[in-house]
């Protein structure tokens, strides 16, 4: 049974930082492309960052220079670090692991930039 369980998030002044996890079981975890997504209320959900196999990352543009994807393939975790939070950050953020088909996703967790 595939599980991608997120943690991490929380609530957070504007400028602040947070680090979330996503940690991974029932996959060959080395093999997946990993990748966060938000989804604010209202709004579609979007991708923020995807990190492959190969330790290639990207970014955003409205998190370029602020957050920060890496991977840790004996955990079988990704962690996306993020600085400088805006309120605009605010939103559910879920995992994703891609390899061929079917995708899986975990169940998010909320991020709040707030004073």
């Known amino acids: 049974q595939v599980q991608l369980v997120e943690s991490g998030g929380g609530l957070v002044q504007p400028g602040g930082s947070l680090k979330l996890s996503c940690a991974a079981s029932g996959i060959i975890f080395r093999l997946f492309d990993m990748g966060w997504y938000r989804q604010a209320p209202g709004k579609q959900r979007e991708l923020v960052a995807v990190i492959t196999s190969g330790v290639s990352a990207n970014y955003a543009d409205s998190v370029k220079g602020r957050f920060t994807l890496s991977r840790d393939n004996t955990k079988n975790t990704v962690y996306l670090q993020m600085n400088s939070l805006k309120p605009e950050d605010t939103a559910v953020y879920y995992c994703?692991?891609?390899?061929?088909?079917?995708?899986?996703w975990g169940r998010g967790t909320q991020v709040t930039v707030s004073s």
């Open positions: 994703r692991a891609h390899y061929y088909s079917p995708d899986y």
